[in-house]
């Protein structure tokens, strides 16, 4: 059974709680999954993600693709999010195992 | 094992340096992720959802020590300590750095190992029968002609940018343990009625959205003539595959479409049309390549051996349990095919540890001749083990958690990597399997072979057409589903599963699988597997037990 933040967000959304945008990538030197942090910087955190209202998500991502060349993260994208007891968590399962890591424990070394 | 000669090796290492300025030039932003991205992929690293992933060829699925050993180097080193064995004999490496890559592929280099042409539009890893060499019921070992093949289709310029993904699988025996039929083209070598050994050519297999079992498109074919006629098949394929849809561009569809008969008109024209002297194989390059493959020499059993053995397997059943199921008889006498299986119940099918490789690397030394082998089931074979090693040896993997008793049995699961790693996915592939070999493995033996396969989306990386019971990942609005086959197999008698129903939540697949092997242990008959059950009694029965109750 899926377990831990990714039994919590397997969950349908309640209509009640507002969704949230924040940008996302995978950052070019070692593919890390990261989160747009505001002021041209990205964390691998989620809990350290900027999210906005939908309205701002335009702004948002306009924002986090600025920049020189190299760009840190490869094609940044805009995900949906929802603060959940204070906490951001992406919607959908494919964006909750990108920010919390596979759910299967591998093989030890 | 072939040995690289002076230009293999010069070449390689100017690949790396090639590439290391790729990756130097992209992080320096002189490169963008457009440009850059075809580059990374004719070098097999993949993007998926955590990092990297580095794809590694194993050429038919042939390893040595020192090749393992750098492998186990590469997952300590540069991943997360382990490795994942897949379906087409390669290995991946899920938790790879871009600026790391170029010094893993120098790694690889030096012990003749790359990553090119796992990826993209070309000829990919030949595939092979992973007992090829040692089996008890093989005409002559397929791997010199997997080599010959792999030096042809290496850079062939031709074929570098075909209407889509091409894959080769060869086999010689008469049990097919290379899945030959679910490749573009799959090679049975057979002998004719002369006694002469030939190849059996088929065409068109594959699975993905639109899954085919290969049809026969010669049934004899010299074997010197053997590049000729590839390439024949390819040109065709070249001209009038489909590239204007990705879904339509595989060569089963142009088989499809053309019929095998105007399918096989066209590549005898073009073969006839290349005339007798193309392409040689002069017995003399032949046999030079299949002296690389010289069967090791093995000492003549002792005169003990086996009364050793089988007092061994009086005392310890978990033994006996083993050598029944992952030891496959060898053509020596005295000798036996070991299959170590990387399907713990309760773990991710096909994944192995740098401890596990490296120990695989010392008793492949010690008791298998300096062979390993990967298999397109996920697990790893030692093929040449003098059977009175057998107790010693299960005792060595039983240390590192390799002994598990399950070749072929229900909880020896194929899974693809699935939403857990995979950017393609719809849904989870391995926690299903986990799942359902933690439940099954105590009912291995009372159920018997069970070929249970499961892949994450519709690509069917893990082969869940052909499984005898298939599960395939699908997204319900936003929930995972899986979609149940049943009846496949991917042996000499291949065929594709049927869906028994509507697709089920991923609580209800353990429940789904038990009932369906229900029906099986309840109207099987003597000797019969899930799919002999299943074409004798058909769907219906297991169709109403699973939604009968529901
Ligand atoms: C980054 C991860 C992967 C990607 C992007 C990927 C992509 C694909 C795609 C797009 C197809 C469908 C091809 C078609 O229908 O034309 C496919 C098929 C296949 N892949 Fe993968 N795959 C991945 C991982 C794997 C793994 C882990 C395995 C082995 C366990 C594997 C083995 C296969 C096999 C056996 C097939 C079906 C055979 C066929 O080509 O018809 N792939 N893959
Ligand atoms: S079958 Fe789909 S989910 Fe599984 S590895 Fe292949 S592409 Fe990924």
Not at chain 2, 157 to 180: H, Q, Y
Request: charged fraction near 25%; aromatic fraction near 8%; glycine fraction near 8%.
């Amino acid at each position: 059974m899926p377990h831990g933040p990714i039994a919590a967000a397997s969950r349908p959304p309640m209509a009640a709680v507002a969704t949230r945008r924040t940008v996302t990538g995978n950052r070019l030197r070692d593919g890390v999954p990261v989160y747009f942090a505001g002021a041209g910087r990205w964390s691998p955190a989620v809990a350290e993600a900027r999210h906005v209202a939908e309205a701002e998500a335009g702004a948002l991502l306009a924002e986090a693709l600025a920049g020189p060349p190299p760009h840190p993260v490869i094609a940044p994208y805009l995900i949906e999010a929802v603060l959940r007891d204070g906490r951001l968590v992406p919607l959908g399962l494919r964006e909750e195992i990108r920010a919390f890591g596979p759910t299967v424990r591998p093989a030890e070394s | 094992m072939y040995r690289y000669d002076e230009f293999d090796r010069r070449f390689l290492e100017e690949r790396v340096a090639q590439y290391r300025d790729q990756v130097r030039r992209r992080l320096a932003g002189q490169l963008s992720e457009d440009e850059f991205r075809p580059l990374r992929l004719m070098n097999g690293l993949y993007l998926q959802l955590h990092a990297y992933m580095l794809r590694i060829a194993i050429p038919y699925g042939s390893l040595s020590p020192a090749k393992l050993r750098v492998l186990a180097r590469i997952a300590r080193r540069y991943d997360r300590g382990y490795g994942h064995f897949t379906t087409r004999q390669n290995i991946q490496f899920n938790w790879i750095k871009l600026e790391e890559t170029p010094d893993i592929l120098a790694e690889l280099a030096a012990v003749e190992m790359h990553s090119i042409q796992t990826s993209g539009n070309c000829i990919r890893n030949t595939t092979a029968d992973p007992f090829a060499g040692a089996a008890d019921d093989e005409i002559e070992d397929p791997r010199p002609w997997c080599e010959i093949i792999r030096q042809w289709s290496t850079l062939h310029p031709e074929f570098s940018f075909l209407p889509r993904k091409f894959k080769i699988a060869v086999s010689a025996a008469a049990t097919d343990r290379a899945a030959v039929r679910l490749h573009d083209i799959g090679l049975y070598l057979r002998r004719n009625a002369a006694g002469e050994v030939g190849f059996e050519v088929l065409v068109g297999g594959g699975l993905g959205r639109t899954p085919m079992i290969a049809k026969t498109l010669r049934d004899f074919l010299p074997k010197h003539r053997l590049l000729a006629y590839l390439e024949a098949i390819l040109r065709v394929y070249n001209e009038f595959g489909r590239r204007d849809n990705l879904y339509k561009s595989r060569i089963k569809i142009l088989v499809q479409a053309l019929g095998i008969d105007k399918m096989r008109d066209a590549v005898e024209r073009e073969f006839g049309a290349m005339g007798e002297s193309a392409l040689p194989l002069p017995p003399a390059t032949v046999a030079a390549i299949a002296a690389h493959f010289a069967p090791p020499t093995l000492a003549a059993p002792g005169a003990d051996d086996e009364t050793e053995l089988a007092r061994a397997l009086a005392q310890a059943p978990a033994l006996a349990r083993w050598v029944r199921y992952n030891v496959a008889p060898h053509r020596a006498a005295g000798h036996a095919i070991v299959t170590v299986s990387l399907k713990p119940p309760g773990r991710p099918p096909g994944d192995a540890s740098a401890a596990q490789m490296e120990l695989l690397a010392d008793l492949a030394e010690r008791y298998s001749q300096g062979e390993i082998r990967a298999t397109y089931e996920q697990n790893l074979v030692l093929p040449h083990v003098r059977r009175r090693d057998l107790p010693a040896l299960w005792r060595h993997l039983g240390e590192a958690g390799l002994a598990t008793a399950n070749a072929g049995l229900a909880s020896d699961i194929i899974s693809c990597p699935g939403l857990d790693y995979c950017s393609l996915a719809n849904a989870r592939s391995i926690p299903v399997a986990e799942r359902l070999s933690r439940h099954l493995a105590a009912r291995d033996q009372e159920i018997g072979e069970l070929h249970i396969k499961i892949s994450g989306c519709i690509n069917a990386c893990g082969h869940h057409h052909v499984g005898h019971i298939g599960i395939l990942g699908v997204d319900k609005n936003g929930e995972e589903f899986y979609q149940i086959t049943i009846g496949g197999s991917a042996d000499e008698n291949a065929a594709l599963g049927a869906i028994v129903g509507p697709a089920v939540p991923s609580a209800a697949v353990t429940g789904a699988v038990d009932t369906l092997i229900g029906v099986y242990l309840d109207l099987r008959r003597e000797g019969e597997r899930f799919p002999d059950t299943y074409r004798r009694i058909g769907a219906a029965p297991f169709k109403e037990a699973l939604y009968a109750a529901a």
